[in-house]
């Protein structure tokens, strides 16, 4: 199973990583003088639930991707990418150091960027997926992958709401 996701998983990590980086030079070299503020997105009255629906829409979109042969996933994939790039150096440029940048970003992102590269991953199968569509096997990798994905982003949510923001 792990080698049939292999290049699916380095697919989606790799476009994830390419438009972080994007996103920040983008930042950094274009829109230096933004200012996106990282208290608005998660402040203390968020609760865990709205974090994890808003974040299981996108997984959801991007694993539809595998109907449309991973266009909506690539956008999204990018797109995301894009903002934690944009994100990461608009943060730095406001002053915060880098310890404080790791702090609010890997107690939850250690779960939600792997559910993000999971659901993607599923989202990329497209053109394997319609070749081997009476293949069971199929599904049950799919399903799995999947149930890792929500896991990994409920997870990810609690820690969003419960640490991150209280950092």
Not at 31 to 52: C, H, L, N, Q, R
Not at 105 to 125: L, S
Request: some cysteine; charged content about 10%.
């Amino acid at each position: 199973m792990i080698y049939f996701w292999r290049k699916y998983v380095l697919l989606a990590s790799s476009i994830f990583c390419i438009f972080v980086l994007i996103g920040g030079a983008l930042e950094y070299f274009i829109f230096y003088d933004a200012s996106y503020p990282a208290e608005a997105m998660i402040d203390g009255e968020t609760k865990w639930y709205e974090v994890f629906m808003n974040n299981l829409i996108v997984i959801l979109f991007m694993v539809l991707g595998i109907f449309l042969f991973g266009t909506i996933t690539f956008l999204l994939l990018a797109f995301n990418g894009w903002i934690v790039g944009m994100a990461l150096v608009s943060s730095y440029s406001e002053g915060a150091s880098v310890v404080e940048i790791v702090g609010a970003i890997v107690p939850h992102g250690i779960f939600e960027v792997p559910a993000i590269i999971a659901a993607a991953a599923i989202g990329f199968v497209g053109f394997k997926f319609y070749d081997q569509m009476r293949n069971k096997q199929l599904y049950k990798y799919t399903g799995f992958m999947l149930a890792v994905a929500v896991l990994l982003l409920f997870a990810a949510s609690i820690v969003e709401t419960m640490v991150t923001s209280s950092l």
